[in-house]
Nanobody, 120 residues
């Protein structure tokens, strides 16, 4: 089992920055890819960014150039979010799985989510 715990969300103004963290605990062996998804009210959960074990990174077009995903070891994942816009408002989830993928169903483990609200 792998446990994921997100932190760092909050209420910010448009143009601001936030850094989300995801701490992984438990058996992390085999969780070679980690990702961030987000879900806004009334919308489906959508892919934001992912990073492979070899640190290749992948981004949704909507955040490319503004967000950065990174990992400092096998157990901590980050999402640096710059130039935030109101459309970025959502609950952000950390996920872990065997390979990089763009669909939520491809990830085995999920955190509980952290709220990010961007005011205009």
């Amino acid at each position: 089992q792998v446990q994921l715990l997100e932190s760092g969300g909050g209420l910010v103004q448009a143009g601001s920055s936030l850094r989300l963290s995801c701490a992984a605990s438990g058996r992390t062996f085999g969780t070679t890819a980690m990702a961030w998804f987000r879900q806004a009210p009334g919308k489906e959960r959508e892919f934001v960014a992912a990073i492979s074990w070899t640190e290749n990174t992948y981004y949704a077009d909507s955040v490319k150039g503004r967000f950065g995903i990174s990992r400092d070891n096998a157990k901590t994942l980050y999402l640096q979010m710059n130039s935030l816009i109101p459309e970025d408002t959502a609950v952000y989830y950390c996920a872990a799985g065997p390979h990089v993928a763009y669909m939520p169903s491809d990830y085995n483990y999920w955190g509980q989510g952290t709220q990010v609200t961007v005011s205009s």
